[in-house]
């Protein structure tokens, strides 16, 4: 029967036993009723949704926890002994802990008491009612024993509010100690924040007592860090004699296993004699490690094959890259920008005085030479200075020839300029300056007329790597002795390259990108080749490509890496920045200039130089 029909019959039978006086009689009552009906013909549902229905059962299910009612399982703490009354629904939905535990095969599944080993009572009571209420207080003095309880029971949001609680608290006076306690718990955010301030505040961290407490195994784990924050590797011996001599007798003998962990081959070689020598004594092994340092110095052409853990620098003492200068979109760059390897971070440090391109940089002690270029309407033979420490520009001693697209380097005290074109003609002559008596003077002029060639220093010599000659780009080669005043020609690259990039490595010459347009064919043919030269068989081979073709490429030693930066790629001024490692021979990508630019120039600048930024 349906729901009408039974309205229908109801509603008769209700009337029939009452009174028959009823307006329109109990049969026109009950004639209306059949005709009535309550739904359309199509279904119709609704959902209802009771606001705050949860909150509303946890709340109530709280109060029978409070009056200790409907609780089927007590826990006891076995720090002290309390008990604490529950109800094994709620803490099995709330903890995958207890959840294990009373829907499983578990001995405590079925039981009305359990006791919970090294839990203390007060935070066990907490972690109780953070189940039915989800909140829960964090202090200082109870945060470390609440995420260890939190920890056991997989509360993963508990966790996470005391780890974010304790990375707040980080100091350089106990953040070893939190480390260890993150790691000793699993708590791998915390572990990495900890680690990651250490790092940052190692300078501090040292003249803290944990420090001096640090186990062999724990100083050696932080000491192998390349994330230290240090301007250079003598902090990281320092560090290490002051916890060696913090107890002399039981840590001498470890010093042999830990002195590999700080890189000597990065060292002064006067202050491997004055200090480390001195310091370390007469043990074989430390003896060993000390040589291998002075090799590195004195045999600087087998470098290649001296390469190790000890000879890679760490992040913070690589100090600086500056970018400077080149094309950009609105046809000059003007702004020197700052690269921090430690937070892979570009910004703008400086400014240059005005547009100036195709010049040639170097850097003499904090002093950034900048020399020659065209400003757009003329070719320069200016020489620029700015102040590293100061930011302040003055003008040097011009050139004894106007010279854009030219190539700088320093080669023992005195800085090369080498070709480029005046404005008429392409060049060949190179000229020499002398800090000291501050004054340009020609040396031999190179054998081709080089425009945009690649120049760098190698094993005592001048190279001019490529270029235009006017007719075309080149493959060949050619390298200057200071001491013969003479140039002689290398093997040529395997392709001809103007807008070349040039630097050294390791004892080998490496060429990057760059084009090969005819003079009388603006539509250059650009390169993400790499090639690789060895003067000791004077030859060139081919090496990993870069990851996008580059003409006019800035590139630099950094550290152990070469870094490309920038550069054209026939559409586009390059914003991007890759590092390229010699001995695994990959390259990965760095974060992104600020500006695209082709044609600038770049310098690595140590620690030693207070870089001032002047931002925007």
């Known amino acids: 029967m349906d729901l009408k029909t039974n309205l229908s019959s109801s509603s008769q039978d209700s009337i ?13 009552i009950s004639r209306d009723f059949s005709r009535l009906s309550l739904f359309s013909s199509g279904s119709q549902e609704e959902q209802f949704r009771c606001e705050g229905h949860a909150e509303y059962s946890l709340s ?4 029978y926890l409070q009056t ?27 903890s995958e802990y207890f959840s294990a535990m009373f829907t499983g095969s578990l001995r405590e599944s079925g039981e009305p008491e359990i006791t919970l080993r090294d839990v203390n009572g007060d935070v066990l009571q907490a972690v109780v009612n953070y189940c039915y209420s989800g909140t829960i207080e964090i202090r200082e003095d109870n945060v470390e024993v609440l995420l260890a309880t939190a920890c056991l029971m997989q509360l993963r949001k508990v966790v996470e509010a005391c780890s974010r609680f304790l990375a707040q608290q980080l100091h350089p006076s106990n953040c070893l100690g939190i480390a260890v306690f993150a790691e000793h718990q699993s708590c791998s955010s915390l572990l990495q924040e900890a680690n990651a301030f250490t790092s940052l505040h190692f300078m501090q961290v040292i003249c803290n007592q944990e420090f001096l407490q640090l186990s062999e195994d724990q100083i050696a784990s932080l000491l192998s860090s390349d994330e230290l924050n240090v301007t250079s590797e003598e902090n990281i011996f320092h560090a290490l004699m002051s916890w060696i001599e913090h107890e002399p007798e039981t840590r001498r003998p470890h010093l042999p296993r830990l002195l590999q962990l700080v890189k000597l081959p990065l060292l002064e070689p006067s202050f491997l004699v004055d200090h480390v020598e001195n310091l370390v004594g007469t043990n074989p092994e430390c003896q060993k490690l000390i040589m291998e340092a002075m090799k590195w110095h004195l045999l600087t052409e087998r470098r290649q094959h001296m390469v190790s853990v000890r ?6 003492t690589l100090g600086r890259l500056l970018v400077v200068g080149g094309m950009d979109k609105n046809k000059g760059a003007t702004t020197i920008e700052s690269y921090d390897p430690r937070c892979d971070h570009w910004s703008t440090a400086h400014h240059m005085n005005g547009r100036r391109l195709q010049f040639g940089i170097a850097l003499m ?40 697209g030219l190539g700088v380097a320093v080669l023992g005290g005195p800085l ?26 020609y040396v031999t002029a190179m054998q081709s007329q080089r425009c945009s060639a690649g120049v760098a220093v190698l094993n005592g010599k001048l190279y001019a790597v490529g270029g235009r000659d006017g007719a075309s780009c080149l493959r060949t080669v050619e390298c200057y002795d200071p ?13 001809r390259r103007g807008g070349v990039g040039v630097a050294v490595a390791n004892g080998f010459l490496y060429a990057f990108g760059g084009q090969d347009a005819p003079a009388n064919n603006p539509a250059a043919s650009r390169f993400d080749c790499v090639e690789r030269y060895d003067p000791g068989t004077d030859s060139w081979t081919t090496v990993t490509m870069l990851s996008t073709k580059r003409d006019t490429v800035a590139v630099c030693l950094f550290g152990d890496r070469l870094v490309a930066i920038g550069g054209y790629d026939g559409s586009h001024y390059l914003r991007s920045v890759e590092q390229y490692d010699p001995i695994t021979n990959e390259w990965t990508i760095l974060a992104s200039l600020l500006t695209g630019r082709a044609g600038a120039c770049v310098v690595p600048v140590n620690n030693s130089n207070k870089v ?4 925007n």
């Open 416 to 441: 090369y300029a080498v070709g480029g074109h005046d404005g008429w003609s392409y060049l060949n002559t190179v000229e020499r300056y002398d800090p000291i008596t501050r004054s340009w003077n």
């Open 311 to 316: 000879t890679r620098p760490r992040k913070a």
């Open 60 to 63: 109530c299910m709280k109060r």
């Open 68 to 94: 200790e009612e409907l609780c089927d399982v007590v826990l006891i703490a076995g720090n002290n002994g309390k008990r604490v009354p529950a109800h094994r629904l709620v803490l099995s939905a709330a």
């Open 483 to 495: 001491h013969t005043n003479k140039w002689t020609m290398c093997a040529s690259m395997a392709r």
């Open 16 to 28: 029939s036993t009452g009174s028959s006086s009823g307006i329109g009689g109990s049969e026109n």
């Open 365 to 404: 002690g904090d002093k950034l030479l900048v020399v020659g270029g065209r400003d757009g309407l003329k070719t320069l033979n200016t020489m620029e200075c700015l102040d590293l420490e100061t930011g302040t520009w003055t003008l040097l001693s011009p050139m004894n020839t106007y010279r854009h």
């Open 612 to 615: 001032i930024n002047q931002t």
